[in-house]
Every structure is written in C-alpha cells, then in structure tokens.
C-alpha cells in the first residue's frame, strides 16, 4: 500500500522552510483536496496524502493552448491580440501575461506566468521576506522601488493585485490574478470531472463540450475547462480513484517557435526562456515543471520583438500573438483501476437550458442575426467557424433537462 507522504510545492519550488513546505501540504493542497471530494457524486477523486493505494500509478498530461479562447470565440482574428492584452482578465487559460515597450511602442520582452495566487499569499503570511525578495529577483528592472509595504493591503492582508502584478503593460508579473486562474478552480475542476454523466437513453456524454454543459463545471468556451475535465472524465470510464499528480499546479508546457520568422531568419526558439521552475530530471522520471518565461531578443541581435512576424507577415504586436503558440499543461493521475466506477449520473439541473441558451446567444449575438434565420443556414461569422460554437447541435442528447 502507497500513501503520499506530502505535496510538493509547485514545480519543486525551494522557497519555503521545510516546515512550511509541511504547511502549504495539509493546510493548503491537502484540505482542497478534501473539500473537494466531499460531495456525495464525488466518489472516485481522492488524496493522496490521506488515502493509501495499492498498484502501479497512471499518469496522464492534459494540455491546451494559451491564448484565450473566449477572447478568440468573441473578436475576429486581429483584434483579439489587442483585447486579450487589454487586461489580465481576459487571460483566462492559466496562463498570463505583461508586455514591456520602449520609447517607439515597440515590444521588447513580454513575460509569462502560470503560477497559482495562493501560493504567494502562503508565502506572504508564512515568509514576508521570501515574498519580496522573489518580487525583486524575477523583477529586476524594478528592485530597486519594489517595496513591503507595495504588496499588502493595510500592511497585513497580500495583495493580489498589487501594483508590481496588476499590469499587462510594464512587464512586471509575479503570478496569475485572472478570478478563474486559481490552484482551487483546478483542484476542485479536476474533482468535479470524475463523475461519470449519460444522456436521457443512458448513453454516456463523451462529447467534452456537452460534458461540461452537462456537469456545469468550468467556463464552456475556454480552452482549459473542456480539455481538463474531458480528459479527466475519459479516465474516470475506466474504474479508477483519481486525482492531480503531484505537484499540483499548472505549467507551461511548451514554447512553439516555428510559428514565427525573426528578420534575420534567425530560430525563433532560442528567444524563448524558461526562468522559474525546475527542468526535467531524468534519474528520477521527473518531466520538467516550469512556471515562468520570458520571450526577449537580446541586444545583440540589433532588433527586437516587435521586428519578428508569424508566419502570415503579422509583426508581434501584442503580447497575445505569442500565446498562440504556448501550451499550458497539468497532469491527472490514476490508480487502481476498474475498482472504483462510480454511479452513472444524468446532468445536473438547470445544465440544458443553460446550455442551449448560452450557446444560441453567443452565435446569435456574434453573428448579428435572429434564431430563425440560423435555422436556414450557416450564418457563422468567418472567426468563430471552428471554434466549438459553430455548428454546435443544442438539440443533442447530453442537453437534455432532467
């Protein structure tokens, strides 16, 4: 029998004493955990730390792109760079972003981050020294003016969206502040995707989008949602206990550098670089576990970000056009399976008719058109064929009120 002694920080960070290492553990991920899978549907999620297993542990990745898909689903193609860089917001796929000009307007570095907020607010009540000086480090530019007193409200409550961390426009970024971006929202997501769902003749949803309309888990058109809890839901068919693999978090997958030409037909690749986290460690069959990047070109070059286009000619502009091209991953993990299928289950009230009417609106109110005149024919909108509203049939089984 197996039980986890403790969660690790995320990626392996060494920030914290090893006693509070202890204490982000249960006091943190252990009691999310816990309090996630207290509901009666919720049979099949567990914790580690409290539960022991027995057998060999599956692991699954779950990625998805950057970019937020709301933003792409709502605006035509140019102008969504500009709204998705508008505010923090908008970047809501785990994943954010802050953009550093000069003088020209031109972007000269742009830095990623999909680091969870609670974790800094751990770090602020638990070491206040730690917390500033990790502000001043992966922040040079400014260490000198960051100061304690920038990162509380009323010097005792952390600020999340304190001034060196609120801005999609200075380059300073320590960790996310989207509402929906936080390690609870995918803890009890990764929970609440476990529980097996049919439609009214008792056939199971697969479908990842009628999935999450059916079991009201997540925001219906981001990237993230449907693919986490599909993935997870794909599993949970099998028999297993599930859970996050340890360490819980979010991390940034991969940087696409193919999708850009540099003036100087330069790779692209070499400008993208992973500064916070740990890299991968072979002897222990650890993947890398990476929470921070920074995309800049260095001086020598004799250019800089914005002289770089895709591969359509489109100059870099926004900050966005790079999230494109990264993918944002977290890790389901598995055991003990075809022991613990849990009871088949029909949507949860209210699910169809908010199905129905949050995806007729959103293609009615894109396209500009009437919901009769969907009925003749595609009136989809050149922007949002593709995405998961075109052609999305409201009327199939999986939508259905019970």
Not at 218 to 241: E, M, Q
């Amino acid at each position: 029998m197996t039980t986890l002694e403790s969660f690790s920080p995320p990626a392996y960070l060494t920030d914290f004493t090893k006693e509070n290492a202890v204490k982000w553990s249960k006091d943190y991920i252990s009691r999310w955990m816990d309090g996630s899978a207290s509901t009666p549907e919720v049979t099949q999620f567990y914790n580690p730390t409290t539960r022991a297993t027995e057998g060999d542990i599956v692991k699954k990745n779950i990625t998805w792109t950057a970019f937020p898909n709301t933003v792409k689903h709502d605006t035509p193609e140019k102008e969504r760079w500009k709204v998705a860089d508008s505010t923090r917001e908008n970047q809501d796929e785990y994943c954010e972003w802050s953009v550093r000009r000069n003088s020209k307007g031109q972007i000269t570095r742009v830095v990623f981050t999909c680091e969870g907020p609670e974790y800094w607010e751990a770090l602020a009540t638990l070491q206040p020294d730690t917390l500033l000086q990790l502000y001043k480090d992966n922040n040079p530019e400014y260490a000198s003016q960051i100061k304690r007193e920038d990162l509380y409200t009323n010097k005792t409550r952390y600020n999340r969206l304190n001034k060196w961390n609120n801005s999609t426009t200075t380059g300073s970024i320590m960790h996310l502040i989207q509402s929906a971006n936080t390690l609870g929202a995918e803890i009890q997501l990764g929970a609440d995707a476990t529980v097996l769902r049919v439609d009214s003749a008792g056939n199971p949803i697969h479908d990842y989008d009628r999935l999450i309309r059916c079991s009201q888990y997540g925001g219906i058109y981001r990237n993230s949602d449907p693919a986490i809890g599909g993935n997870v839901n794909d599993l949970a068919w099998k028999g297993p206990l599930l859970t996050l693999a340890d360490p819980v978090g979010l991390y940034l997958e991969s940087f696409d550098g193919s999708q850009f030409v540099a003036p100087d037909e330069e790779d692209v690749q070499k400008f993208w670089r992973f500064t916070r986290g740990t890299p991968a460690d072979p002897t222990r069959g650890r993947p890398a576990h990476w929470v921070r990047a920074v995309f800049e070109v260095p001086e020598s070059y004799g250019y800089n970000v914005s002289d770089i286009k895709d591969t359509k000619g489109n100059k870099i502009n926004w900050g966005s056009q790079l999230a494109d091209a990264i993918q944002i991953r977290l890790t389901g993990q598995a055991v003990e399976i075809g022991k613990h299928l849990g009871q088949k289950r029909r949507c949860k009230p209210g699910a169809a008719a908010a199905a129905v009417s949050v995806a007729s609106a959103a293609v009615s109110e894109s396209a500009g058109i009437s919901a009769a005149s969907e009925a003749d024919e595609d009136n989809t909108p050149e922007h949002l064929k593709g995405t998961r509203s075109h052609g999305l049939d409201i009327e199939a089984q999986g939508y259905v009120c019970y």
